[in-house]
């Protein structure tokens, strides 16, 4: 009998699994034994980090969009449509109402993070992100042009992808405007919503200083509460209101309905066991990437490792032996300092993180990691 695993969303996590199971179980899909099946809906793979330059202007967003089809092993079964609903009783997915179900004996949902500025009254008319592919650009077109006033960068909510991106917004934009002149004319300001400005508390206690001496204003223990387009302010739960000329924010993060729907988690993220990525409400359930609660940052370095993990889990499981394969925590992030250096910090659920000094060499790695991205997704590096 063939067995089924199916593969929900074909970002980091996803097209990463699926190209590591053509590989693992690469004689048991050419005998019949299993099939593997991702479903993504959307054709493209889309490289979210590669967001993070576009509104200075020095990358393009299609340099993070690939077709599925391209980067994901012929072995593999592409199904381009969006899941709608899991019945982890009789182990099927649904497509919507005209197709017949599909039937898994895995599951492995990788369906990401989705943003929800609705959460937050003006929001939408009044803020600008990076954290989109549509929010890049226009955040690019109004940062092109922005030469005076302040700036508030406003993490609105945890957790959300990339801790690290809104201090690296941050100290990118300070450089920027400083190489350009403007900065005397520009003030900068970064809140976030707990007492320190990561939630982190070591990389907290590494950025403070830094932004202390780029003179970058921190709002902490700042919840989002309204926007005001007209006036230009945005007002926190704490009852302090701060003017803008442009707000960028990190807007409010959850996994997708599909989730909460199932029983699964909730807010979309599925509680799973933090070694095993195994759902702890469904058997043969797994989730990988930012839907798989396991309290370590929601990056694709997390993702990339846990799909590595339930990879093997599933191949043994698939050959009759128990797993063994589990998930430390691994996480690895380099960290933009500025246009032109960068730190890196790599931990784990017993080790925490100590940025290392910044440096350009690491601004450069980070830079070619984002070009090998390609082939490591692939399985080839
Ligand atoms: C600006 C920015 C910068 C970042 N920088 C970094 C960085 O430097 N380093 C780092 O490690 N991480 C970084 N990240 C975070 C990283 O991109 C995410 O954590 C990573 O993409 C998570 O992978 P994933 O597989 O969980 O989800 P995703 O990559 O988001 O993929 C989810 C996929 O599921 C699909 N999907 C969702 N619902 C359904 C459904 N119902 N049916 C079918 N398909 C569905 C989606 O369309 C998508 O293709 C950054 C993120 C942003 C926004």
């Known amino acids: 009998?063939?067995?089924?695993?199916?593969?929900?969303?074909?970002?980091?996590?996803?097209?990463?699994?699926?190209?590591?199971?053509?590989?693992?179980?690469?004689?048991?899909?050419?005998?019949?034994?299993?099939?593997?099946?991702?479903?993504?809906?959307?054709?493209?793979?889309?490289?979210?980090?590669?967001?993070?330059?576009?509104?200075?202007?020095?990358?393009?967003?299609?340099?993070?969009?690939?077709?599925?089809?391209?980067?994901?092993?012929?072995?593999?079964?592409?199904?381009?449509?969006?899941?709608?609903?899991?019945?982890?009783?009789?182990?099927?997915?649904?497509?919507?109402?005209?197709?017949?179900?599909?039937?898994?004996?895995?599951?492995?949902?990788?369906?990401?993070?989705?943003?929800?500025?609705?959460?937050?009254?003006?929001?939408?008319?009044?803020?600008?992100?990076?954290?989109?592919?549509?929010?890049?650009?226009?955040?690019?077109?109004?940062?092109?042009?922005?030469?005076?006033g302040n700036l508030v960068l406003s993490v609105i909510g945890t957790p959300h992808m990339c801790p690290a991106a809104p201090l690296e917004f941050v100290f990118m934009i300070d450089d920027w405007f400083r190489e350009r002149g403007l900065r005397e004319d520009i003030e900068v300001t970064y809140t976030y919503p707990i007492q320190r400005v990561h939630g982190n508390p070591h990389?907290?206690?590494?950025?403070?200083?830094?932004?202390?001496?780029?003179?970058?204003?921190?709002?902490?223990?700042?919840?989002?509460?309204?926007?005001?387009?007209e006036a230009q302010t945005i007002t926190s739960m704490e009852g302090t209101t701060l003017d803008y000329d442009l707000f960028v924010s990190i807007p409010p993060h959850r996994g997708v309905d599909l989730i909460e729907d199932a029983g699964l988690g909730d807010e979309g993220w599925v509680d799973v066991d933090r070694h095993t990525l195994e759902a702890e409400a469904a058997d043969d359930v797994y989730a990988v990437g930012d839907t798989a609660d396991t309290g370590v940052p929601n990056a694709g370095s997390v993702a990339h490792?846990?799909?590595?993990?339930?990879?093997?889990?599933?191949?043994?499981?698939?050959?009759?032996?128990?797993?063994?394969?589990?998930?430390?925590?691994?996480?690895?992030?380099?960290?933009?300092?500025?246009?032109?250096?960068?730190?890196?910090?790599?931990?784990?659920?017993?080790?925490?993180?100590?940025?290392?000094p910044p440096s350009e060499k690491l601004h450069w790695s980070k830079l070619a990691y984002n070009e090998a991205y390609w082939l490591t997704a692939r399985g080839l590096l």
């Open 1 to 148: 009998m063939t067995e089924h695993v199916v593969i929900v969303g074909g970002g980091t996590g996803g097209a990463v699994l699926a190209n590591d199971l053509a590989d693992r179980l690469e004689r048991e899909l050419d005998t019949g034994a299993v099939r593997v099946t991702l479903i993504n809906d959307g054709p493209d793979h889309v490289y979210k980090p590669v967001w993070l330059y576009v509104p200075f202007d020095q990358r393009e967003p299609d340099d993070g969009r690939r077709p599925l089809d391209e980067l994901v092993d012929d072995a593999i079964d592409l199904r381009i449509d969006r899941v709608a609903g899991i019945d982890t009783d009789k182990k099927t997915l649904r497509i919507d109402d005209n197709a017949s179900p599909i039937k898994y004996d895995y599951l492995v949902l990788a369906t990401g993070s989705t943003l929800e500025p609705d959460q937050i009254p003006g929001l939408a008319e009044g803020g600008h992100d990076y954290y989109s592919e549509s929010g890049a650009i226009d955040l690019r077109d109004e940062l092109l042009t922005f030469t005076e």
């Open 203 to 229: 990389i907290a206690e590494w950025a403070r200083p830094i932004m202390a001496k780029r003179a970058i204003q921190v709002e902490t223990f700042f919840n989002a509460e309204a926007v005001d387009p």
């Open 305 to 356: 490792y846990q799909a590595g993990v339930v990879g093997q889990r599933l191949a043994s499981k698939v050959r009759g032996r128990p797993p063994t394969a589990t998930y430390d925590g691994k996480t690895l992030c380099f960290i933009e300092t500025g246009m032109d250096e960068a730190s890196f910090v790599e931990f784990d659920y017993e080790n925490a993180p100590s940025p290392v």
